[in-house]
């Protein structure tokens, strides 16, 4: 069985779309986050959610909201999608906030805008 | 500002040589490093260090961290061409993980 799960893997629309991306995992973990991974590897959290509240929110457009229907869930909405959006955004859980022990990533969802 | 900076950023190297990837950093209330291995997909989790000079090992790869120069070093012997990956670093700070853009570590036959 999967642990993360994200849908799509891969994403292609067009500039000004609304899109969203879904993320489920399976572990009873408690805390979920958003990743983004830019052209140079750089992973950069976008938010991190401990029992559906939102703990984490780093600087990301408004265009991005990120929703949390329950703790095995962890949904990201993007709105009026734009060129610097294109990037592959991955999920994570892990059982504590931003735990001691590993973070257990989703396959990724490869979004291109054009 | 927080960061986190790996070197080099790629290295090719043939099966069997050894191999040292580097992660210094410079963050705000420091509490761990993390090492990650990704290949086509996710970041994989390998070592988290917590305490300066004590070598975590699983097999023919192993880190250390050194606090006071701030830096880790990611050890791997005996290279396999399945070690062909990006070596990711990541340091948390409070409830931030901050990334290192990683090494792509590619080994030859």
């Known amino acids: 069985d999967t642990a993360v799960s994200q849908t799509p893997k891969y994403l292609v629309t067009q500039m000004g779309n609304d899109k969203s991306i879904k993320c489920e995992q399976n572990?009873?973990?408690?805390?979920m986050y958003w990743y983004k991974q830019d052209s140079k590897k750089f992973l950069k959290i976008m938010f991190s959610?401990?029992?559906?509240?939102?703990?984490i929110n780093e600087t990301v457009p408004n265009r991005f909201s990120p929703k949390s229907p329950d703790k095995a869930h962890l949904n990201l909405h993007i709105n009026s999608l734009e060129l610097g959006d294109s990037a592959v955004y991955f999920c994570?859980?892990?059982?504590?906030?931003?735990?001691?022990?590993?973070?257990?990533f989703g396959p990724g969802t490869r979004l291109t805008v054009l | 500002e927080d960061k986190v900076v790996q070197s080099p950023l790629s290295l090719v190297v043939h099966e069997g040589d050894t191999v040292t990837l580097n992660c210094s950093y410079e963050?705000?209330?420091?509490?761990?490093l993390l090492w990650y291995k990704q290949e086509k997909k996710a970041p994989t989790f390998l070592f988290m260090l917590?305490?300066s000079g004590i070598e975590k090992k699983s097999g023919r790869l192993s880190s250390i961290l050194d606090k006071k120069e701030l830096f880790s070093i990611l050890n791997i012997t005996a290279t396999q061409t399945g070690d062909s990956a990006v070596y990711l670093c990541?340091?948390?700070?409070?409830?931030?993980?901050?990334w290192g853009a990683g090494t792509k570590l590619i080994i030859k036959p």
């Open positions: 990541a340091v948390r700070a409070d409830y931030q993980l901050i």
């Open positions: 963050v705000t209330n420091f509490r761990s």
């Open positions: 917590t305490s």
């Open positions: 572990l009873g973990h408690d805390t």
């Open positions: 959610y401990n029992n559906k509240e939102l703990i």
């Open positions: 994570a859980s892990s059982q504590e906030i931003i735990s001691f022990n590993e973070q257990f």
